[in-house]
């Protein structure tokens, strides 16, 4: 007789095989052994079972929402892979603890003994630095993609490198140059110096790369802290087409790196540099980050972004209106 006929005491054993091993958890000796059937036979019914259409297997977690957000981000072509977190707060700090978390167990799980890991400073990287713990130690070097900032200790590149490389039982380099130099020429001298140039050789080899993205709208823009600018110069950048700020680089609205005095004076790898890496994972949030993310995503330089539902909902919204 066929295990699945249209026979009524075989099909009832069938349903009962697949009631104990799928919704009560058994397995298939205990199966075997209570409905008094040989192993290969219990194994034979689910398989056929399973041919046949009749088990269906549906997921349902608190995170279903979330997981469904990070498919219509990819779909939407803006990013191949995408990490999105609970929104928890509208608070800033929190937002971004939150991403924080999401991005170093991103990196946990992800980096191998050998890889470069090359980082920018920042709060998200700052955010990142503080939830990062690793189950063992990872034989990685950390190396900075920029110069550093005088006065800010806590998101300092070269500071960030050696909390990272700490907390992951790695090794870093330092950049010893500022994020600005203050002519063009003077950065061009600043970046053929051999301790500059042997760091920003690795960085270019780096296969990891964890970013933030700047805004150069919202009131309190860390990009100004970087680079003051005088109020009438402030105002032009919209005008200009400027929506954000990427390992220090003023960033135009359709991505593209754009043609000015300060980026012409920048000691840091170029945005477009950082497409040689296989990953280059991006962490920001926030409702002023929605533009930025959006411009530094059309210019094609992150392949994974980690954000919070809600700032991923309204980029979804936006590009969708912009289509």
């Known amino acids: 007789m066929n295990e699945i006929s249209d026979d009524f005491a075989s099909l009832r054993q069938l349903h009962t095989v697949l009631v104990r091993h799928f919704l009560e958890g058994q397995r298939q000796a205990e199966i075997a052994a209570a409905m008094n059937l040989s192993t290969s036979k219990v194994n034979r019914i689910i398989a056929q079972a399973r041919r046949s259409g009749m088990v269906k297997i549906s997921i349902e977690t608190p995170f279903q929402r979330l997981l469904e957000t990070e498919r219509q981000l990819c ?4 990013v191949p892979a995408a990490i999105v977190a609970p929104t ?5 700090a929190t937002r971004l603890a939150q991403i924080g978390q999401a991005a170093a167990a991103h990196l946990a799980e992800t980096l191998r003994d050998g890889d470069i890991l090359g980082i920018s400073g920042g709060k998200a990287v700052a955010a990142v630095a503080d ?5 063992r130690p990872v034989d990685v070097r950390v190396v900075p993609l920029t110069g550093g900032v005088q006065g800010k200790y806590h998101t300092d590149v070269n500071h960030l490198a050696s909390r990272i490389a700490e907390r992951l039982g790695g090794r870093s380099l330092m950049l010893h140059a500022p ?3 203050e002519r063009a020429d003077q950065r061009e001298t600043v970046m053929t110096m051999a301790a500059v140039r042997e760091v920003l050789d690795l960085a270019r080899k780096a296969t990891v790369c964890l970013v933030g993205i700047g805004s150069i709208d919202a009131p309190g823009s860390s990009y100004f802290d970087l680079h003051p600018l005088s109020p009438a110069d402030r105002a032009m950048l919209p ?3 400027v929506t954000a700020e990427f390992l220090g680089h003023l960033v135009l609205d359709r991505g593209e790196v754009a043609n000015c005095t300060p980026n012409r004076r920048l000691i840091a790898l170029r945005p477009d540099q950082l497409r040689r890496c296989g990953r280059v ?9 929605v533009g930025p993310i959006r411009a530094v ?3 094609g330089y992150v392949s994974t972004l980690v954000t919070d539902e809600e700032t ?3 980029l979804l919204h936006d590009e969708r209106g912009a289509q």
């Open 88 to 92: 928890v707060s509208d608070n800033d």
């Open 131 to 135: 939830a990062l713990a690793a189950s």
């Open 312 to 314: 991923a909902t309204m």
């Open 179 to 181: 994020l600005f130099a």
């Open 239 to 241: 005008a200009l087409g």
């Open 281 to 289: 994972i991006a962490v920001a949030a926030g409702r002023g980050k």
């Open 75 to 78: 779909a939407s072509g803006l």
């Open 297 to 299: 995503l059309r210019g």
